[in-house]
């Protein structure tokens, strides 16, 4: 069944920088977006970026100027970049695919604090 992976989190002081990788197995991205979902505690899951299948991209406009999202379709993978980290951006990071998202994956964490 395809897994999705994703990796590259951990604790970061305010001002520091993540680079969060996402893997699918059993199958691919290509022809289809990829999408960057966060969800904190206590919050719904929300959509943090999305880069198209011809590489269009789009962010939420809390990250927008300090995430980049990216995908390489050889490698079956997505990336997001995250610079100028904030605590606001603590929570667990997952991707999916869009449109037919899959089941989701663990996700990674991602805390910001000193």
């Known amino acids: 069944q395809v897994q999705l992976v994703e990796s590259g989190g951990g604790l970061v002081q305010p001002g520091g920088s993540l680079r969060l990788s996402c893997k699918v197995t059993r199958s691919t991205f290509s022809g289809y977006s990829i999408d960057w979902y966060r969800q904190a505690p206590g919050k719904q899951r929300e959509l943090v970026a999305r880069i198209t299948s011809i590489g269009t991209t789009s962010y939420a406009d809390s990250v927008k100027g300090r995430f980049t999202i990216s995908r390489d379709d050889r490698k079956s993978t997505g990336n997001l970049q995250m610079n100028s980290l904030k605590p606001e951006d603590t929570a667990i990071y997952y991707c999916?695919?869009?449109?037919?998202?899959w089941g989701w994956g663990v996700g990674t964490q991602v805390t910001v604090s000193s």
């Open positions: 999916n695919r869009f449109p037919g998202p």
